[in-house]
């Protein structure tokens, strides 16, 4: 239904975020890991959001950071004994990129030390998931180049608004990928800011 939701975030907390957008404020729930990544309250962010339906329940927002770990939440969602909530606590107690190397390597040791995971359900997210995980395209497991002393300083402004180091390198980063490599400092840093 949503694909992503951008205005100010009123509230955050461990599990749950609370984000204005235009006087309406969205209840969504997130990794506990999404904390440290966002904003402080009052300042703008934006989440890729998954929209879940139950008839008990309605209609419930789960927010991510990028769109690689809310792709690996609707990929957790299609293993069989994993709904919503089990998943969102598998990527509060691991990133996607350390997820995906499990399953890619057949770890089940690691994968049983993860929240709500038993040895059953490591064995099926192994054998429905290695092949698409292998497909898939972790952030982090991309090779980066060097950081520029651009990259830097426009990291170093972003944290200055009160961005975390990690949200602040995620945006150049996205930044710099869209093209923007040859852009002069206060180019990058306004670009960057449209992925925060």
Known sequence: MFAHI???LDYKSA???VVDVGGVGYDISVPSHLYDLLPAEGQR????VHTHFREEDGMSLYGFITKEDKQFFELLMT???????????????????????????????????INGIGKKTAQRLILELKEKVAD???????????????TVDAEAALVSLGYSRQAAEAAV???????????PLEELIKLS???L
């Open 6 to 8: 951008e205005g100010r």
């Open 15 to 17: 599990d749950k975020i």
């Open 45 to 48: 962010c934006k989440v890729y």
């Open 79 to 113: 293993v069989s004994g994993i709904g919503p909530k089990v998943a969102l606590g598998v990527l509060s107690s691991v990133t996607s990129s350390d997820l995906a190397e499990a399953i890619v390597l057949e770890d089940i040791k690691t994968l049983t030390r």
């Open 136 to 150: 898939m395209r972790i952030e982090s497991h991309i090779k980066k180049e060097p950081a520029s002393t651009i």
């Open 173 to 183: 980063t996205k930044a710099r990928g869209s093209g923007a490599g040859s852009l």
């Open 193 to 195: 800011l449209r992925y």
